[in-house]
């Protein structure tokens, strides 16, 4: 079975209203570029940050 990853509804809008389709895509995006979109906010940084820690 495999073990998918859980991401908040807060970074799932995000990711859907910028089109990004996976959860890959989002973690190679820089930390300055992500921060500077629309909707993207410190608590989603922790969590991204986070899920790089386990990928």
Known sequence: MKNETVISPELQRFME????????????????????????????????LELRETN
């Open 17 to 48: 209203l910028h089109k990004i389709l996976d959860l890959n895509s989002l973690l190679q995006i820089e930390d300055e570029v992500l921060l500077g979109m629309v909707g993207f906010g410190w608590r989603m940084m922790r969590e991204v």
